[in-house]
Nanobody, 115 residues
Framework: QVRLVESGGGLVQPGGSLRLSCAAS????????MSWYRQAPGKERELVAH????????KYADSVKGRFTISRDSTKNTVYLQMNSLKPEDTAVYYC????????WGQGTQVTVTS
């Protein structure tokens, strides 16, 4: 059974930081490219960050470049999203996704940025 379990979300003030984690099980983690998406109320789900299966290449949405960092630890089957300088517009449910021959989604974790 494949599971992607996100954690680390919460309530934070503007300018603050959070680190999201997505722990994967039931897949050969090293074979999967991993991504973080987010969906704000009333908006479509959007790509936030992506990392290749070997961890050598990353890409980011323009809105988070320079503030967010995606990384992965294959010893822990976990992908991370370090989020710094958070803004109210970063408020959303954040989902991780695994892609190889199949695609899997996590259940999401809420991030709320407010003063």
């Amino acid at each position: 059974q494949v599971r992607l379990v996100e954690s680390g979300g919460g309530l934070v003030q503007p300018g603050g930081s959070l680190r999201l984690s997505c722990a994967a099980s039931g897949i050969t983690f090293a074979s999967y490219a991993m991504s973080w998406y987010r969906q704000a109320p009333g908006k479509e789900r959007e790509l936030v960050a992506h990392i290749t299966s070997d961890g050598r290449s990353t890409k980011y949405a323009d809105s988070v470049k320079g503030r967010f960092t995606i990384s992965r630890d294959s010893t822990k089957n976990t992908v991370y999203l370090q989020m710094n300088s958070l803004k109210p517009e970063d408020t959303a449910v954040y989902y991780c996704r695994a892609d190889y021959y199949s695609r899997y989604w996590g259940q999401g974790t809420q991030v709320t940025v407010t003063s």
